[in-house]
C-alpha cells in the first residue's frame, strides 16, 4: 500500500481505536474501503493509490448520458480526463466514483436507473436526485459521485451572449471545467480524512471555498475540453 494510503489508513485505525463508528470494509494493495457511519448513514468511501490515478483510469469514471451527447456543445471526455488528472490534486480524486454528465432530460433518469447501485444493490437514484433545471452542477456526497448538467451551462452562455456564438462556445467550456472543479472541491470537502494543506489561504464558508478553488485553478491551467461543434442543421439540444 503507497505512502499516502498508508497514513490514511493509520488514521483510520486511529480513530476506530478511539470508538469512532466506523470499519474497513475492503483492503488491499492498491485500494481500501472504509464504511462511516459516524452521523448514521453508513457511507463507503473508496480510497484509490495514487498511481492508479491516470487519464485513463478517470476516463472510464467519466458517464455521459444519451441526451448529452446530443447537445450542440459535446464534451471531449479524453481531454476532459488529461486535463482534470493534471490540475487536480490526487488527494481530491483518490475517492471519486464518477464524473456524470446529463441533461435536464428525462430520458437522462431513465437511463441512469438501472447503471447506478450502492455496494448492496439498491438503485441509487432511489434515493438521490439529478440536477434541476437550471442547476449546473451538483455532488452526491454519499457516493462520491460528481454531476454537471450540460444544458444548464449551456442555457447559462447563451444568456450571456445570445448573439455572439464563438463566445458561447467559450462560455460553455469554461462552465464545464469551473463546475466540474468546484464539485470535485466539495467532494474533497467531504473526505474526513483530506489533508489540511487543500484548504489552506480559501474562505471558510465551504461554497466559497469550492468557488475559489475552482476559478483559482482554472485561471492558472485552464483548457479546452469541448468536441467540435455539431453542425447547426442537425438535431441536437441546447441549439
Known sequence: MADVLRLIRESVQADIDAG??????????????????????????????????TPAWLEE???????????????????????????????????LEKIIIVTDDEKDWEELFPQLEDRHGNPILEVCDL??????????????????????????????????????????????????????FHMAQNDPYAPEELFKGLPKDPEQAAEAW????????????????KSANKKSIGK
Open 20 to 53: 469512532e463508528d466506523l470499519y474497513i470494509l475492503e483492503e488491499s494493495d492498491s485500494e481500501f474501503t472504509i464504511v462511516d457511519d459516524t452521523e448514521g448513514y453508513g457511507r463507503d468511501i473508496r480510497y484509490i493509490v495514487h498511481d492508479r490515478i
Open 61 to 95: 469514471r467519466i458517464l455521459v448520458t444519451e441526451s448529452a451527447k446530443q447537445c450542440r456543445y459535446t464534451v471531449n471526455t479524453k481531454i476532459l480526463a488529461e486535463y482534470l488528472t493534471r490540475v487536480v490534486p490526487k488527494d481530491v480524486l483518490h475517492t
Open 131 to 184: 440536477p434541476d433545471e437550471g442547476l449546473v452542477g451538483y455532488q452526491w456526497a454519499m457516493y462520491q459521485v460528481v454531476l454537471i448538467n450540460l444544458k444548464a451551462i449551456i442555457d447559462a452562455a447563451r444568456e450571456l451572449w445570445p448573439m455572439v456564438g464563438m463566445m458561447v462556445k467559450s462560455e460553455v467550456n469554461i462552465g464545464v471545467c469551473t463546475t466540474l472543479l468546484h464539485e470535485l
Open 214 to 229: 475552482a476559478i483559482n485553478t482554472w485561471e492558472t491551467d485552464g483548457e479546452y475540453v469541448l468536441n467540435q461543434l
